[in-house]
Protein backbone atom coordinates (compact mmCIF):
# COMPACT_ATOMS: atom_id res chain seq x y z
CA UNK A 1 0.00 0.00 0.00
CA UNK A 2 1.62 3.46 -0.81
CA UNK A 3 1.87 6.19 1.41
CA UNK A 4 -1.28 8.88 0.96
CA UNK A 5 -0.24 12.16 -0.64
CA UNK A 6 0.88 15.20 1.56
CA UNK A 7 2.45 18.56 0.44
CA UNK A 8 5.64 18.57 2.01
CA UNK A 9 5.15 22.13 3.57
CA UNK A 10 2.13 24.49 4.15
CA UNK A 11 2.60 28.35 6.22
CA UNK A 12 0.68 30.76 7.25
CA UNK A 13 0.57 33.87 9.42
CA UNK A 14 -0.81 34.26 12.77
CA UNK A 15 -4.17 34.42 13.18
CA UNK A 16 -4.58 33.00 9.40
CA UNK A 17 -6.33 29.73 8.92
CA UNK A 18 -4.62 27.42 6.17
CA UNK A 19 -5.13 23.58 4.93
CA UNK A 20 -3.30 20.68 4.70
CA UNK A 21 -4.65 18.16 2.26
CA UNK A 22 -3.82 14.51 2.04
CA UNK A 23 -5.06 12.50 -0.66
CA UNK A 24 -5.60 8.65 -1.35
CA UNK A 25 -6.84 6.19 -3.35
CA UNK A 26 -10.85 4.22 -3.53
CA UNK A 27 -9.08 1.36 -1.40
CA UNK A 28 -8.38 3.77 1.59
CA UNK A 29 -9.42 7.05 2.18
CA UNK A 30 -12.22 6.64 -0.63
CA UNK A 31 -13.15 3.82 1.23
CA UNK A 32 -13.68 4.68 4.66
CA UNK A 33 -14.43 7.19 6.65
CA UNK A 34 -11.54 6.00 8.91
CA UNK A 35 -9.19 8.78 8.56
CA UNK A 36 -7.07 10.55 11.60
CA UNK A 37 -4.83 13.26 11.90
CA UNK A 38 -2.09 13.45 13.67
CA UNK A 39 0.48 16.21 15.19
CA UNK A 40 4.35 15.80 15.63
CA UNK A 41 6.38 18.92 17.65
CA UNK A 42 10.54 18.13 16.68
CA UNK A 43 11.80 14.88 18.66
CA UNK A 44 8.70 14.12 20.38
CA UNK A 45 6.38 11.66 19.61
CA UNK A 46 2.88 12.60 17.36
CA UNK A 47 -0.30 12.90 18.67
CA UNK A 48 -3.53 12.28 17.78
CA UNK A 49 -5.58 15.56 17.24
CA UNK A 50 -8.69 14.38 15.01
CA UNK A 51 -10.25 10.68 14.33
CA UNK A 52 -13.08 9.38 11.82
CA UNK A 53 -12.35 12.00 9.72
CA UNK A 54 -13.99 14.94 11.70
CA UNK A 55 -13.90 13.93 15.73
CA UNK A 56 -11.21 15.62 17.94
CA UNK A 57 -10.21 13.98 21.21
CA UNK A 58 -10.73 15.54 24.19
CA UNK A 59 -8.70 18.29 25.21
CA UNK A 60 -7.31 18.99 21.40
CA UNK A 61 -8.51 22.39 20.43
CA UNK A 62 -11.15 23.19 18.13
CA UNK A 63 -8.62 25.07 15.79
CA UNK A 64 -8.44 21.91 14.24
CA UNK A 65 -11.10 20.25 12.06
CA UNK A 66 -10.92 17.65 9.22
CA UNK A 67 -13.09 17.03 6.57
CA UNK A 68 -13.01 14.38 3.18
CA UNK A 69 -14.22 14.57 -0.48
CA UNK A 70 -13.73 11.70 -2.36
CA UNK A 71 -9.80 10.05 -2.06
CA UNK A 72 -8.76 13.25 -0.64
CA UNK A 73 -9.26 14.42 3.59
CA UNK A 74 -8.32 17.76 4.84
CA UNK A 75 -7.05 19.24 8.13
CA UNK A 76 -7.97 22.79 8.83
CA UNK A 77 -6.46 25.30 11.41
CA UNK A 78 -7.94 28.57 12.21
CA UNK A 79 -6.28 31.03 13.91
CA UNK A 80 -2.84 30.10 12.91
CA UNK A 81 -0.73 30.29 15.99
CA UNK A 82 3.20 29.58 16.96
CA UNK A 83 2.76 26.27 19.07
CA UNK A 84 0.93 25.22 15.63
CA UNK A 85 4.18 24.87 14.41
CA UNK A 86 5.11 21.12 13.56
CA UNK A 87 4.56 18.24 11.02
CA UNK A 88 1.18 17.12 10.51
CA UNK A 89 0.32 13.53 9.62
CA UNK A 90 -2.24 11.96 8.04
CA UNK A 91 -3.48 8.53 8.33
CA UNK A 92 -6.11 6.18 6.46
CA UNK A 93 -7.37 2.71 7.13
CA UNK A 94 -7.37 0.24 4.20
CA UNK A 95 -9.28 -2.23 2.33
CA UNK A 96 -6.87 -4.80 3.32
CA UNK A 97 -6.82 -3.75 6.85
CA UNK A 98 -3.83 -1.79 7.04
CA UNK A 99 -3.44 1.58 8.46
CA UNK A 100 -1.13 3.81 5.84
CA UNK A 101 -0.29 7.01 6.62
CA UNK A 102 1.12 10.37 4.72
CA UNK A 103 4.51 11.30 3.63
CA UNK A 104 3.89 14.59 6.49
CA UNK A 105 3.21 17.93 5.66
CA UNK A 106 5.74 20.85 8.02
CA UNK A 107 3.33 23.52 8.80
CA UNK A 108 5.79 26.94 9.43
CA UNK A 109 3.95 30.03 11.46
CA UNK A 110 5.44 33.06 9.71
CA UNK B 1 -3.08 8.33 32.75
CA UNK B 2 -2.02 6.00 30.27
CA UNK B 3 1.75 5.69 29.57
CA UNK B 4 3.53 3.71 27.28
CA UNK B 5 7.36 2.79 27.01
CA UNK B 6 9.48 1.13 24.74
CA UNK B 7 12.73 -0.60 25.39
CA UNK B 8 15.62 -2.59 23.91
CA UNK B 9 18.79 -2.24 22.32
CA UNK B 10 19.60 1.07 20.32
CA UNK B 11 22.32 -0.56 18.34
CA UNK B 12 21.83 -4.37 16.31
CA UNK B 13 23.88 -5.55 14.01
CA UNK B 14 23.36 -6.41 10.34
CA UNK B 15 20.79 -9.51 9.84
CA UNK B 16 20.64 -10.06 13.42
CA UNK B 17 17.33 -9.57 15.17
CA UNK B 18 15.63 -6.73 16.74
CA UNK B 19 14.11 -7.13 19.74
CA UNK B 20 12.04 -3.98 21.49
CA UNK B 21 9.32 -4.45 24.83
CA UNK B 22 6.52 -1.86 25.69
CA UNK B 23 5.51 -1.60 29.02
CA UNK B 24 2.10 -0.23 29.83
CA UNK B 25 1.14 1.22 32.85
CA UNK B 26 -1.68 3.63 34.34
CA UNK B 27 -3.93 0.61 32.07
CA UNK B 28 -4.68 -2.89 31.52
CA UNK B 29 -3.14 -4.45 28.32
CA UNK B 30 -6.03 -6.68 28.66
CA UNK B 31 -8.94 -4.12 28.16
CA UNK B 32 -11.22 -5.44 25.63
CA UNK B 33 -11.51 -1.83 24.00
CA UNK B 34 -8.18 -1.53 22.97
CA UNK B 35 -5.21 -2.93 20.71
CA UNK B 36 -1.53 -2.50 20.94
CA UNK B 37 0.44 -1.37 18.02
CA UNK B 38 4.28 -0.80 16.16
CA UNK B 39 5.01 1.86 14.44
CA UNK B 40 8.31 3.49 12.69
CA UNK B 41 9.68 6.16 11.78
CA UNK B 42 12.97 6.38 9.54
CA UNK B 43 15.30 9.54 9.97
CA UNK B 44 13.56 12.41 8.63
CA UNK B 45 10.89 10.47 6.88
CA UNK B 46 7.18 9.32 7.51
CA UNK B 47 5.08 7.32 10.11
CA UNK B 48 5.07 3.60 8.97
CA UNK B 49 2.69 0.92 10.79
CA UNK B 50 3.64 -2.32 11.15
CA UNK B 51 1.36 -4.68 13.60
CA UNK B 52 -1.23 -4.58 15.48
CA UNK B 53 -2.27 -7.59 18.45
CA UNK B 54 -4.86 -8.02 20.99
CA UNK B 55 -4.74 -9.13 24.77
CA UNK B 56 -6.22 -12.48 23.21
CA UNK B 57 -2.84 -12.74 21.18
CA UNK B 58 -4.48 -12.42 18.02
CA UNK B 59 -2.13 -10.67 15.25
CA UNK B 60 -2.43 -8.52 12.14
CA UNK B 61 1.00 -7.60 10.67
CA UNK B 62 1.37 -5.11 7.34
CA UNK B 63 1.90 -7.92 4.30
CA UNK B 64 5.25 -6.77 3.34
CA UNK B 65 7.10 -6.96 6.76
CA UNK B 66 4.82 -10.05 8.03
CA UNK B 67 7.78 -12.97 7.02
CA UNK B 68 10.51 -11.08 9.31
CA UNK B 69 8.44 -9.87 12.22
CA UNK B 70 6.66 -11.51 15.01
CA UNK B 71 4.33 -9.50 18.18
CA UNK B 72 3.63 -11.19 21.28
CA UNK B 73 1.69 -9.82 24.48
CA UNK B 74 2.22 -10.93 27.84
CA UNK B 75 -0.69 -9.81 29.85
CA UNK B 76 0.63 -10.80 33.60
CA UNK B 77 3.69 -8.11 32.81
CA UNK B 78 1.37 -5.30 31.02
CA UNK B 79 3.81 -5.64 28.36
CA UNK B 80 3.61 -6.35 24.15
CA UNK B 81 6.64 -7.13 22.49
CA UNK B 82 7.99 -6.62 18.76
CA UNK B 83 10.45 -8.71 16.97
CA UNK B 84 11.81 -7.86 13.63
CA UNK B 85 14.61 -10.50 11.84
CA UNK B 86 17.24 -10.39 9.28
CA UNK B 87 17.06 -6.77 9.76
CA UNK B 88 19.39 -4.40 7.63
CA UNK B 89 20.08 -0.66 7.40
CA UNK B 90 16.80 -0.15 6.14
CA UNK B 91 15.23 -1.14 9.54
CA UNK B 92 17.04 1.91 11.18
CA UNK B 93 14.29 4.15 12.62
CA UNK B 94 12.68 5.57 15.94
CA UNK B 95 9.65 2.81 16.96
CA UNK B 96 7.00 3.80 18.47
CA UNK B 97 4.56 1.25 20.60
CA UNK B 98 1.21 2.38 20.77
CA UNK B 99 -2.52 1.76 22.14
CA UNK B 100 -4.82 1.73 18.88
CA UNK B 101 -8.54 1.41 18.22
CA UNK B 102 -11.14 -0.18 15.72
CA UNK B 103 -13.30 1.23 14.10
CA UNK B 104 -17.76 1.74 14.40
CA UNK B 105 -19.04 -1.27 12.60
CA UNK B 106 -16.22 -2.98 11.98
CA UNK B 107 -15.62 -7.17 13.15
CA UNK B 108 -14.69 -7.10 17.08
CA UNK B 109 -11.96 -8.47 18.69
CA UNK B 110 -10.09 -8.51 16.14
CA UNK B 111 -6.77 -6.34 15.60
CA UNK B 112 -7.09 -5.59 11.67
CA UNK B 113 -10.19 -3.63 12.87
CA UNK B 114 -7.71 -1.16 14.03
CA UNK B 115 -8.47 2.64 12.48
CA UNK B 116 -6.35 4.85 14.21
CA UNK B 117 -3.60 5.10 16.78
CA UNK B 118 -4.89 6.98 20.22
CA UNK B 119 -1.89 6.66 22.37
CA UNK B 120 2.00 6.61 21.60
CA UNK B 121 5.08 6.18 23.67
CA UNK B 122 8.07 8.21 23.86
CA UNK B 123 9.80 6.49 20.83
CA UNK B 124 13.30 4.68 20.86
CA UNK B 125 15.87 4.92 18.43
CA UNK B 126 17.42 1.61 16.70
CA UNK B 127 20.34 1.86 14.43
CA UNK B 128 21.29 -1.23 12.70
CA UNK B 129 24.83 -0.57 11.71
CA UNK B 130 28.09 -3.44 12.27
Known amino acids: QSALTQPASVSGSPGQSITISCTGSSTDIGAYDFVSWYQQHPGKAPQLIIYDVTNRPSGVSNRFSGSKSGNTASLTISGLQGEDEADYYCGSYTSSSTLVFGGGTKVTVL | QLQLREAGPGLVKPSETLSLTCTVS??????????WAWIRQAPGKGLEWFGN???????YYKPSLKSRMTISVDTTENQFSLRLTSVTAADTAVYYC??????????????????????WGQGTLVTVSS
Open chain 2, 26 to 35: GGSISSSNFY
Open chain 2, 98 to 119: ARAEAGPRLPTETPASVTLIRD
Open chain 2, 53 to 59: VYYTGRT
